[in-house]
């Protein structure tokens, strides 16, 4: 297929996208997440129980498809809910507004065991005692009787340990408990870190300490008030051998009390399996019967009635008797049975939905949980599109002024990126979220990034004397493997991160990526299509028009002679950064640290020392309260942080501000446990190593591993100095910060892979150069690039920066100084590492040994020629040209002396060929050789004592004034401030 | 964070070698790696084996990095000019200049 044709095809391909991806957003909608839409997220963490020991893949999977049966049977519409990492599971409610019920619905363990009430109702010598009605509470069984919570945990604590033959429930629950004032202060926790994981230091406070009760006991709460609903304040100890368990029930039902005499009260009706049958039927005889035994003569049958309880996740729902003379050989289950428990119609339906759909195989700890408004959502993604628009057209506009037709082609590309994203979005569809907007702003960079690459190459080329045609077909070939290398690195690092951090961030990495291989497609494939079509048109015959009429006047910095004065400026911004880190250290957000943080505005006017009485009044005395500011919330809006709330507590103190200011709907909060913020952490250390260890083996393997060392200790400088940084300013490092770490990674080598591509390609072309002349000519090439792709990606992140929102604004205050700081480390840190390290090899060594003795001991910063007693700057020898006979490099000869007939030859050819007189067939797209003939320059000469090179291999021909640089290079002394 | 402070230390410090000779021992990443182990080693040593966490890192902790890191590049050094005299060359096993 001719080019032509192809070119043609990949247009029709493009165009025919373009047109689809319009009709698949007109007819689709953006699926939005949480923090758009407004919601509650919970995220669980699975623990062990007897019956499951480990919490397993098959563990987790079983407990997905109870909460999603759970999720679904409580009319949650679009729920999220997946695994997240390997005993996690994060559970997305869009719409809903009420946290607590929520955690009610989706994360209870669901556990209604029963037990035999006065054979494993425990005393206070540890043993049960049937017929003490202190201990089992006689007739008022669940109700009387028992003990305050305290006195109840630290009794039960002094049991030992029995698994009661398999039956127990738990595997010991730990509390934390103040002796003093007698009082539970947190607990049952599975772990003890769970107790003290929000506390200073992580351990119990002076006058606390943490009790375990072991397996095989419980404590259980007494039965609530049914009339008032209210809480029992009595708590029992059980010994843990349930003679029945929830999972043995089915048809569960919620239904009314309408036996004889029934008052109509809400219930939960049930039916056994075969097995609960047969169970229940035994230990309902066994109650009879140790009834019937202790009915004394005189005493009402009542007196000695025994009990059965059924307890759900460790509170008594019911306790009610067996009567012996109408059961004597206890009750068959094939009628059933109910539990009336207090219940309101709505609790009484969602214990029968629970119940129902079957317990969790595994406990569900809830390690974090958020809720957002619809309004604050409404708010975010307005900000977040607006900081996306105004990126685009930031770079839009920096492309037209730059590349001018190139630009339009280029922002044509971005549109069609943009177009065909959207309806990606739309199609998988991608929940979209304000991460994501973050990731999908940055592609934008991306994409432009390519394009100024493969733009860039092609005005060098034109510049160079190739036609426009050549120029661009050039151009796309030898800018691609440099985009394709920092493309496949900013996958992987969004690779990594997608596999190991949590929901928000995934969805930045998922957008990231998908963002990337997108733009790849438009910002390559279409525009190259475009351009090789329109590259023999009118419009495009000018190189004016594509912005490389002129010559460009060649930047010519002693980079690797000035790198000692950047290597000193960033040794003393590290070196104020430890400080920093030492004395400050770094402002963790709760993220990390734990704890809860509501964002409220309020109606009524309110200080901060008013909104400080109210959490007071709520006993949380060590409350901050910040007054924010928001205009699109509202004249008072405060963000509150404490310690972590459970949903309930987050509850009251929503109340208690409603009550005392009145709250709209822009009400959000976060509660993340200790649990989550040290998994946030761990993973975000492991993430960035293996980002890390994945690129330097990814530049290993593209150039050598030599260039894989210099990459590592640029990114290191990079993140060390944006944690400096955020040290020095104070901002707070949340989950955003740490992505925003990640794709700092693969943008700082975005520019780094721009100048080692280059000096790749130099180093064959200046076989006599010194290493640091080759890099100060690739980098005097490609610093416009690098420069102009940094911009480019700092402009779409200045618009998140002041346009976003808060989330947005953690991504790009972290992106904006990393950005900023990979480009200089790219040039400044990288290329002279590398040059510092390869100058020891041998070749380079002896080149060195070789310029000094030309240069009376000096090594000039760019390679340069004496022609005719004259110091000329030398350029790269271009490879050679397809289809032409290769020719010997046109070197200075190790004796200057003697030229090779073949070396003659090729002078001549290529004076012919740069002077114009010897263009192949005048064909006008002949490519010349990188320096165009100007002037009558000094001919080279067969037999010559007057020209000589010192690194490069072919002499200008016309002498130019010395380099700035490379004079300046001599004055010092040369080799760039490093002595052998 | 203790470890981030020396790290961060070492890594600072490393950058002033560029104004020395090259005669580290595997050049200037030969010193980065002296720089670094130096500052860390040095560091744990202080601290009896314990990396100083969020809470009790200070503004001490990041100073004793200095000295770790010093030392370290200077063993990288002394070991280069000592494999240079072994040998009789400069870099590269080429006589030195």
Redesign the interface.
């Given at each position: 297929m001719s080019a032509r044709r192809r070119n043609l095809l990949i247009l029709l391909v493009v165009a025919g996208l373009a047109i689809a991806s319009v009709a698949v957003v007109m007819t689709h909608s953006v699926k939005r997440g949480l923090d758009l839409k407004g919601g509650v997220e919970l995220v669980y963490q699975g623990r062990p129980t007897p019956q499951q020991p480990k919490v397993d893949s098959q563990a987790i999977d079983r407990a997905l498809e109870v909460i999603r049966k759970r999720v679904d049977a409580f009319g949650v519409s679009e729920p999220e809910i997946q695994r997240s990492g390997s005993d996690q599971i994060t559970v997305g409610l869009p719409g809903t507004q009420n946290a607590q019920r929520a955690v009610r619905q989706v994360g209870k363990v669901a556990q209604l065991q029963f037990y035999d009430w006065e054979s494993d109702v425990l005393g206070p010598d540890l043993k049960p005692n049937p017929s003490d009605p202190n201990v089992t509470g006689g007739q008022s069984a669940g109700q009387a009787g028992g003990m305050p919570y305290y006195d109840a945990v630290v009794l039960a604590s002094k049991r030992p340990p029995t698994a009661n033959g398999g039956k127990a429930t738990t595997n010991g629950e730990y509390f934390l408990v103040n002796d003093k004032q007698k009082k539970v202060l947190a607990g049952p926790a599975d772990v003890t870190t769970d107790l003290t994981g929000d506390l200073p230091?992580g351990k119990p406070p002076p006058g606390t300490r943490i009790v375990k009760v072991n397996q095989g006991t419980i404590v259980v709460r007494g039965e609530k008030n049914r009339q008032t609903k209210q809480a029992a304040s009595n708590y029992y100890i059980l010994n843990d051998a349930p003679a029945l368990s929830g999972t043995e029930l089915t048809n569960v039902k919620q239904d009314f009390n309408r036996s004889g005499g029934g008052n109509g009260a809400p219930i939960v009706t049930f039916s056994f399996t075969d097995k609960g049958r047969s169970a229940w039927h035994d230990v309902t005889r066994r109650i009879a019967q140790r009834g019937q035994s202790q009915a004394a003569p005189g005493q009402p049958p009542t007196a000695s009635f025994q009990h059965f309880a059924a307890v759900l996740d460790g509170e008594l729902v019911t306790v009610p008797y067996i009567d012996y003379q109408q059961n004597p050989d206890g009750i068959d289950g094939a009628n059933g049975a109910d539990i009336e428990g207090g219940f309101t119609i709505q609790s009484a339906q969602d214990l029968a939905k629970l119940l129902q759909i079957g317990a969790l195989p595994i406990k569900l700890k809830l390690i974090s949980q958020s809720q957002v408004s619809a309004t604050l959502g409404k708010q975010a993604l307005s900000q977040g599109v607006t900081a996306g628009l105004v990126g685009l057209g930031l770079v839009a506009l920096f492309l037209l002024v730059f590349y001018r037709v190139l630009g339009l082609i280029a922002v044509g590309a971005l549109a069609l990126y943009a177009m065909y994203f959207a309806a990606l979005i739309e199609l998988i569809p991608i929940t979209l979220t304000l991460p994501g907007i973050a990731g999908l702003i940055l592609t934008i960079g991306v994409a432009a990034d390519a394009n100024i690459v493969i733009f860039e190459r092609v005005k060098e080329e034109i510049r160079a004397g190739a036609s426009v045609p050549r120029g661009i077909a050039a151009g796309y070939k030898k800018g691609l493997t440099a985009i394709i290398d920092a493309n496949v690195v900013t996958l992987m690092t969004a690779f990594i991160l997608f596999i190991l951090a949590t929901a928000g961030v995934k969805g930045f990495a998922f957008v990231l990526g998908i963002g990337t291989i997108v733009s790849f497609l438009t910002a390559v494939l279409a525009t190259q299509a475009i351009l090789a079509t329109l590259g023999r048109s009118s419009i495009l015959r000018s190189p004016a028009a594509l912005g490389a009429a002129k010559r460009r006047r060649a930047i010519r910095f002693d980079f690797m002679g000035a790198?000692?004065w950047f290597?000193?400026m960033?040794?003393?911004?590290?070196?104020v950064?430890?400080?920093a880190?030492?004395?400050n250290?770094?402002n963790?957000g709760i993220d990390f640290e734990s704890g809860t943080r509501i964002k409220t505005s309020v109606q009524r006017p309110a200080t901060e020392n008013d909104i400080r009485a109210v959490m007071k009044a709520q006993g949380y005395n060590d409350a901050k309260i910040q007054r924010v500011s928001d205009k699109a919330q509202g004249k008072y809006v405060f963000q509150i942080s404490t310690k972590t709330l459970q949903p309930n507590k987050v509850q009251q103190v929503r109340n208690a501000l409603d009550q005392r200011f009145g709250i709209g709907n822009n009400f959000s909060n976060t509660s993340i446990g200790p649990t989550f913020g040290q998994t946030i952490a761990r993973t975000a250390v492991i993430a960035i190593i293996a980002s890390l260890l994945v690129i330097s083996a990814y530049i290993a393997l593209r150039f050598e591993w030599k260039y894989a060392?210099p990459v590592l200790?640029a990114l290191?400088?990079d993140l060390?100095i944006t944690?400096?940084v955020y040290s020095l300013t104070g901002r707070e490092v949340t989950t955003s910060t740490v992505a925003a770490l990640l794709t700092i990674l693969g943008y700082s080598l975005y520019d780094t892979i721009i100048v080692f591509d280059r000096v790749r390609e130099n180093v064959p072309r200046m076989p006599r150069a010194a290493f640091s002349q080759i890099v100060n000519r690739s980098m005097s090439e490609v610093l416009t690039r690098s420069l102009a792709t940094t911009l480019c990606t700092l402009l779409p992140v200045t618009a998140l920066l002041l346009f976003g929102g808060d989330t947005l604004k953690d991504f790009a205050f972290a992106l904006l100084v990393g950005v900023a700081s990979g480009a200089y480390s790219s040039i400044f840190i990288a290329s002279?590492?590398l040059t510092?390290?390869k100058?020891?090899?041998?070749v380079y060594?002896?080149r060195d040994?070789r310029i000094r003795g030309e240069n009376d001991g000096l090594v000039p910063a760019y390679a340069v020629a004496t022609v005719a007693g004259e110091a000329v700057e030398v350029e790269p020898v271009a490879p050679a040209r397809a289809g032409r006979r290769r020719r010997g490099r046109v070197t200075a000869p190790e004796q200057p002396d003697e030229v090779s007939p073949e070396e003659f030859d090729d002078m001549v050819a290529d004076i012919a060929e740069e002077t114009g007189d010897g263009a192949p067939n005048g064909e006008p797209d002949a490519q010349p050789q990188p320096v165009p003939a100007r002037g009558n320059g000094p001919r080279a000469r067969r037999r010559t004592s007057s020209t000589s090179t010192t690194g490069g291999s072919t002499p200008r021909k016309k002498a130019e004034p010395k380099p700035k640089g490379a004079s300046k290079s001599k004055r010092r002394g040369g080799r760039h401030?490093?002595?052998? | 964070m203790g470890m981030l402070a020396w790290v961060m230390m070492g890594l600072a410090l490393w950058h002033f070698t560029i104004w020395l000779p090259d005669r580290f021992w595997g050049g200037i990443v030969g010193a980065f790696v002296g720089a670094l182990i130096g500052a860390v080693v040095f560091g744990l040593i202080v601290n009896g084996g314990a990396i100083p966490g969020r809470h009790a890192t200070d503004l001490v902790t990041a100073l004793e990095a200095i000295p770790g890191a010093l030392l370290g590049m200077a063993a990288v050094y002394f070991q280069g000019i000592r494999r240079e005299r072994q040998h009789g060359t400069g870099v590269a096993g080429l006589p030195r200049r």
């Amino acid at each position: 297929m001719s080019a032509r044709r192809r070119n043609l095809l990949i247009l029709l391909v493009v165009a025919g996208l373009a047109i689809a991806s319009v009709a698949v957003v007109m007819t689709h909608s953006v699926k939005r997440g949480l923090d758009l839409k407004g919601g509650v997220e919970l995220v669980y963490q699975g623990r062990p129980t007897p019956q499951q020991p480990k919490v397993d893949s098959q563990a987790i999977d079983r407990a997905l498809e109870v909460i999603r049966k759970r999720v679904d049977a409580f009319g949650v519409s679009e729920p999220e809910i997946q695994r997240s990492g390997s005993d996690q599971i994060t559970v997305g409610l869009p719409g809903t507004q009420n946290a607590q019920r929520a955690v009610r619905q989706v994360g209870k363990v669901a556990q209604l065991q029963f037990y035999d009430w006065e054979s494993d109702v425990l005393g206070p010598d540890l043993k049960p005692n049937p017929s003490d009605p202190n201990v089992t509470g006689g007739q008022s069984a669940g109700q009387a009787g028992g003990m305050p919570y305290y006195d109840a945990v630290v009794l039960a604590s002094k049991r030992p340990p029995t698994a009661n033959g398999g039956k127990a429930t738990t595997n010991g629950e730990y509390f934390l408990v103040n002796d003093k004032q007698k009082k539970v202060l947190a607990g049952p926790a599975d772990v003890t870190t769970d107790l003290t994981g929000d506390l200073p230091g992580g351990k119990p406070p002076p006058g606390t300490r943490i009790v375990k009760v072991n397996q095989g006991t419980i404590v259980v709460r007494g039965e609530k008030n049914r009339q008032t609903k209210q809480a029992a304040s009595n708590y029992y100890i059980l010994n843990d051998a349930p003679a029945l368990s929830g999972t043995e029930l089915t048809n569960v039902k919620q239904d009314f009390n309408r036996s004889g005499g029934g008052n109509g009260a809400p219930i939960v009706t049930f039916s056994f399996t075969d097995k609960g049958r047969s169970a229940w039927h035994d230990v309902t005889r066994r109650i009879a019967q140790r009834g019937q035994s202790q009915a004394a003569p005189g005493q009402p049958p009542t007196a000695s009635f025994q009990h059965f309880a059924a307890v759900l996740d460790g509170e008594l729902v019911t306790v009610p008797y067996i009567d012996y003379q109408q059961n004597p050989d206890g009750i068959d289950g094939a009628n059933g049975a109910d539990i009336e428990g207090g219940f309101t119609i709505q609790s009484a339906q969602d214990l029968a939905k629970l119940l129902q759909i079957g317990a969790l195989p595994i406990k569900l700890k809830l390690i974090s949980q958020s809720q957002v408004s619809a309004t604050l959502g409404k708010q975010a993604l307005s900000q977040g599109v607006t900081a996306g628009l105004v990126g685009l057209g930031l770079v839009a506009l920096f492309l037209l002024v730059f590349y001018r037709v190139l630009g339009l082609i280029a922002v044509g590309a971005l549109a069609l990126y943009a177009m065909y994203f959207a309806a990606l979005i739309e199609l998988i569809p991608i929940t979209l979220t304000l991460p994501g907007i973050a990731g999908l702003i940055l592609t934008i960079g991306v994409a432009a990034d390519a394009n100024i690459v493969i733009f860039e190459r092609v005005k060098e080329e034109i510049r160079a004397g190739a036609s426009v045609p050549r120029g661009i077909a050039a151009g796309y070939k030898k800018g691609l493997t440099a985009i394709i290398d920092a493309n496949v690195v900013t996958l992987m690092t969004a690779f990594i991160l997608f596999i190991l951090a949590t929901a928000g961030v995934k969805g930045f990495a998922f957008v990231l990526g998908i963002g990337t291989i997108v733009s790849f497609l438009t910002a390559v494939l279409a525009t190259q299509a475009i351009l090789a079509t329109l590259g023999r048109s009118s419009i495009l015959r000018s190189p004016a028009a594509l912005g490389a009429a002129k010559r460009r006047r060649a930047i010519r910095f002693d980079f690797m002679g000035a790198s000692r004065w950047f290597f000193s400026m960033s040794g003393v911004i590290l070196l104020v950064g430890a400080l920093a880190i030492g004395s400050n250290g770094l402002n963790f957000g709760i993220d990390f640290e734990s704890g809860t943080r509501i964002k409220t505005s309020v109606q009524r006017p309110a200080t901060e020392n008013d909104i400080r009485a109210v959490m007071k009044a709520q006993g949380y005395n060590d409350a901050k309260i910040q007054r924010v500011s928001d205009k699109a919330q509202g004249k008072y809006v405060f963000q509150i942080s404490t310690k972590t709330l459970q949903p309930n507590k987050v509850q009251q103190v929503r109340n208690a501000l409603d009550q005392r200011f009145g709250i709209g709907n822009n009400f959000s909060n976060t509660s993340i446990g200790p649990t989550f913020g040290q998994t946030i952490a761990r993973t975000a250390v492991i993430a960035i190593i293996a980002s890390l260890l994945v690129i330097s083996a990814y530049i290993a393997l593209r150039f050598e591993w030599k260039y894989a060392v210099p990459v590592l200790i640029a990114l290191m400088h990079d993140l060390l100095i944006t944690s400096g940084v955020y040290s020095l300013t104070g901002r707070e490092v949340t989950t955003s910060t740490v992505a925003a770490l990640l794709t700092i990674l693969g943008y700082s080598l975005y520019d780094t892979i721009i100048v080692f591509d280059r000096v790749r390609e130099n180093v064959p072309r200046m076989p006599r150069a010194a290493f640091s002349q080759i890099v100060n000519r690739s980098m005097s090439e490609v610093l416009t690039r690098s420069l102009a792709t940094t911009l480019c990606t700092l402009l779409p992140v200045t618009a998140l920066l002041l346009f976003g929102g808060d989330t947005l604004k953690d991504f790009a205050f972290a992106l904006l100084v990393g950005v900023a700081s990979g480009a200089y480390s790219s040039i400044f840190i990288a290329s002279p590492v590398l040059t510092h390290w390869k100058e020891r090899e041998r070749v380079y060594v002896q080149r060195d040994e070789r310029i000094r003795g030309e240069n009376d001991g000096l090594v000039p910063a760019y390679a340069v020629a004496t022609v005719a007693g004259e110091a000329v700057e030398v350029e790269p020898v271009a490879p050679a040209r397809a289809g032409r006979r290769r020719r010997g490099r046109v070197t200075a000869p190790e004796q200057p002396d003697e030229v090779s007939p073949e070396e003659f030859d090729d002078m001549v050819a290529d004076i012919a060929e740069e002077t114009g007189d010897g263009a192949p067939n005048g064909e006008p797209d002949a490519q010349p050789q990188p320096v165009p003939a100007r002037g009558n320059g000094p001919r080279a000469r067969r037999r010559t004592s007057s020209t000589s090179t010192t690194g490069g291999s072919t002499p200008r021909k016309k002498a130019e004034p010395k380099p700035k640089g490379a004079s300046k290079s001599k004055r010092r002394g040369g080799r760039h401030g490093r002595n052998r | 964070m203790g470890m981030l402070a020396w790290v961060m230390m070492g890594l600072a410090l490393w950058h002033f070698t560029i104004w020395l000779p090259d005669r580290f021992w595997g050049g200037i990443v030969g010193a980065f790696v002296g720089a670094l182990i130096g500052a860390v080693v040095f560091g744990l040593i202080v601290n009896g084996g314990a990396i100083p966490g969020r809470h009790a890192t200070d503004l001490v902790t990041a100073l004793e990095a200095i000295p770790g890191a010093l030392l370290g590049m200077a063993a990288v050094y002394f070991q280069g000019i000592r494999r240079e005299r072994q040998h009789g060359t400069g870099v590269a096993g080429l006589p030195r200049r």
